[in-house]
């Protein structure tokens, strides 16, 4: 599956774009699969993605994330992720845990 396939019924996809180096980064968790699939779900249950319809603010040289689940997406820039929305990105991009969400 390449990181541009389309999100299935049960997934999660979070791809990282923008900053200084424009590197694009995609992670993807099943939603209906092992612990990650569990915390993932307790997050989005936790984080309302329509809060942010409104597009991405413009900002030189920052991350903006896409989130694509079940039902629901949004675009979000990294100035915006914070608790919950934080730690659903984090989980995706990142699932051994060694870097915050702006990191890569």
């Known amino acids: 599956?390449?990181?541009?396939?389309?999100?299935?019924?049960?997934?999660?996809?979070?791809?990282?774009?923008?900053?200084?180096?424009?590197?694009?980064?995609?992670?993807?968790?099943?939603?209906?699969?092992?612990?990650?699939?569990?915390?993932?779900?307790?997050?989005?249950?936790?984080v309302d993605l329509t809060a942010f319809a409104g597009g991405v603010p413009g900002r030189p040289d920052r991350f903006v994330y896409s989130i694509d689940a079940p039902g629901r997406s949004a675009t979000v820039g990294e100035t915006q992720l914070t608790g919950d929305l934080a730690a659903l990105v984090r989980l995706a991009l990142d699932p051994d845990g060694a870097a915050g969400p702006s990191a890569g």
């Open 1 to 46: 599956m390449t990181d541009d396939a389309p999100t299935t019924a049960d997934e999660l996809v979070v791809r990282r774009s923008g900053g200084l180096a424009g590197v694009s980064r995609t992670g993807r968790i099943a939603l209906d699969g092992d612990d990650r699939g569990r915390q993932a779900r307790e997050l989005l249950e936790r």
